[in-house]
């Protein structure tokens, strides 16, 4: 049912005031008027028992001298009506049950129809003489005139009474909308001003005192609201303001840890990378050298010119591939040693990325005589994100499973009869249409079950102090995370294994990417 059909508690109030006096009214009438008709068989009895002792003494001697005229006169006598009884039927028989008068209030009814009146009382009176049965006088009296009267007074009464009780009730009505009904609406606004927000009431006066004390704790409880949504304001600023603060304070620390890390794979790469440059370098001293040899036997007419056109072809090409070498070597320790994190989202080349990683972690690889293999056959797939901070991630993960193998090699913890290979393999798949997933494996058995559920956690390690910060897999993983992608380790996988996946560029919608392509 809508609100708009339920009944007011102006009109409730109103409605019920009118049933409850109807119903004291109608109990009312119907009490007076079983008094009336319980009277009226009283009065009724009384001039019944008055009538018996009148009648036999009336009509004694008439009867025993079968007087007839003093019958009639008698017999009619009691037709005279009173107020409240008449009579409406007498029949007298004598000893042999002869009919010597009968008569009926109503001449046009028969002294059986005469006494079939629901208002009537009937009576048989024996007439005795000397002890002796000499007839015998049947009597019908009734107050149905009085009853009738009475009972036209108490419809006319009642009918009145409800005529004044609708005007009482309007009366009521208008009453109750002084009253009760518009205090209601005032207090109903409050309420609806606490809806809306606003806390800021005035408490009512001239109210009912209830209402009044309605309106009263309204009041307060919307000071009390607006004191405590002040209180909670200012605390939403505080903590804002701390959230911005311990924020930037995590982003400082954050990025004063992935410069540690990149650090500290820097100086892990160090010796490595100075032995990496170093023979490309001896080579290039090598063969300037025999560059200027070559340049003094051109001179010499004597040699072979072609002979030293095709040496100095070869000694140049070898020198432009050992300073390439170089170029690519330093390319990657620029990359992993500076913050990509400001780097826009893109789309770059998966192959030319696994070149580069692979040029940086050569020196670890022949350092541990770990064997590597990269397995991807897509060249031109491209993947979308931050090329800098993907090969960081690889270049992290690469780096750890050569410390872990090295460690199970060096420390004897291969319990094993079989000497223990040492590989990583790299392996990465277009398995999901929106993603790129790489596998990073090595020869390791994994990782125990005691410690997987805290490699991801910050400076977690179990290197030597020299070797790890604990800082690798918990700042690849956010890496990966901010690039929309999963990072994880492989429970399943026989040998261990990480995880990650970044999203395939093919299906995202970059104009950076759509001009490459």
């Keep these: 049912m809508s609100s708009s059909n339920k009944l007011s508690l102006v009109k409730k109030l109103t409605i019920s005031t009118f049933l409850m006096t109807s119903l004291a009214m109608i109990i009312v009438t119907s009490v007076v008027y ?25 009509f004694t001697e008439p009867l025993w001298t079968y007087d007839q005229v003093l019958i009639n006169e008698i017999g009619n006598s009691l037709f005279v009506n ?10 007298l028989t004598d000893a042999q049950n002869s009919i010597l008068f009968e008569k009926t209030s109503n001449a046009n009814k028969s002294f059986d129809e005469a006494l079939n009146n629901s208002y009537a009382q009937s009576i048989t009176i024996d007439v005795i003489k000397n002890d002796q049965k000499i007839g015998e006088i ?12 009475y009972r036209k007074q108490l419809f006319s009464i009642l009918l009145l009474s409800f005529s004044i009780l ?24 409050q309420v609806q001003e606490i809806e809306k927000e606003n806390y800021k009431l005035n408490a009512l006066s001239g109210l009912p005192h209830e209402l009044e004390v309605v309106s009263q704790a309204l009041t307060q409880a919307g000071q009390i609201i607006e004191k405590r949504n002040l209180d909670i304001h200012h605390h939403n600023l505080d903590l804002e303001r701390l959230v911005t603060e311990r924020t930037t304070e995590l982003e400082q620390q954050m990025e004063k840890n992935l410069n540690s890390s990149r650090m500290t794979a820097l100086g892990e790469m ?18 300037v050298l025999k560059l200027k040899k070559l340049w003094l036997l051109k001179r010499d007419e004597s040699t072979n010119y072609e002979k030293n056109v095709n040496d100095i072809n070869q000694t140049t090409e070898k020198i432009q591939l050992m300073v390439y070498r170089i170029a690519k070597i330093i390319k990657g320790l620029k990359a992993l040693s500076r913050d990509g994190n400001q780097d826009p989202l893109t789309a770059f080349n998966i192959t030319s990325m696994l070149e580069d990683v692979k040029v940086l972690i050569e020196m670890k690889l022949k350092a541990e005589s770990v064997a590597f293999e990269i397995i991807f056959d897509q060249p031109n797939a491209m993947a979308f994100g931050r090329e800098v901070q993907v090969s960081q991630v690889l270049v992290n993960l690469i780096g750890n499973s050569i410390d872990a193998i090295g460690d199970l090699s060096n420390n004897g913890k291969n319990t094993s009869a079989i000497p223990l290979e040492k590989w990583v393999r790299l392996e990465v798949k277009e398995e999901e249409e929106e993603f790129i997933v790489f596998y990073i494996t090595d020869s390791g058995l994994g990782i125990p079950d005691s410690l997987i559920n805290n490699i991801m956690r910050p400076f977690f390690t179990t290197k030597g102090v020299s070797k790890g910060t604990g800082l690798g897999l918990s700042i690849s993983r956010s890496i990966i995370l901010e690039h929309g992608g999963t990072f994880e380790y492989n429970r399943s996988s026989i040998n261990t294994q990480f995880v990650f996946k970044i999203k395939n560029a093919k299906y995202c919608d970059n104009e950076n990417y759509k001009e490459l392509a």
């Design 34 to 58: 079983l008094t009336v008709i319980s009277f009226g068989k009283k009065v009724l009895a009384d001039v019944l028992t008055e009538k018996t002792f009148f009648l036999q003494k009336a």
């Design 270 to 287: 160090a010796a490595g990378v100075a032995h990496e440059i170093n023979n490309p370098l001896t080579v290039i001293d090598l063969n």
């Design 166 to 189: 609708g005007i009482f009730t309007i009366a009521l009505r208008y009453y109750f909308e002084l009253s009760l009904a518009n205090p209601m609406k005032k207090i109903l606004h």
């Design 82 to 91: 009173s107020k409240y009884v008449q009579t409406t039927a007498i029949r």
């Design 138 to 149: 049947f009597l019908s009296m009734t107050n149905e005139g009085y009853i009738l009267g």
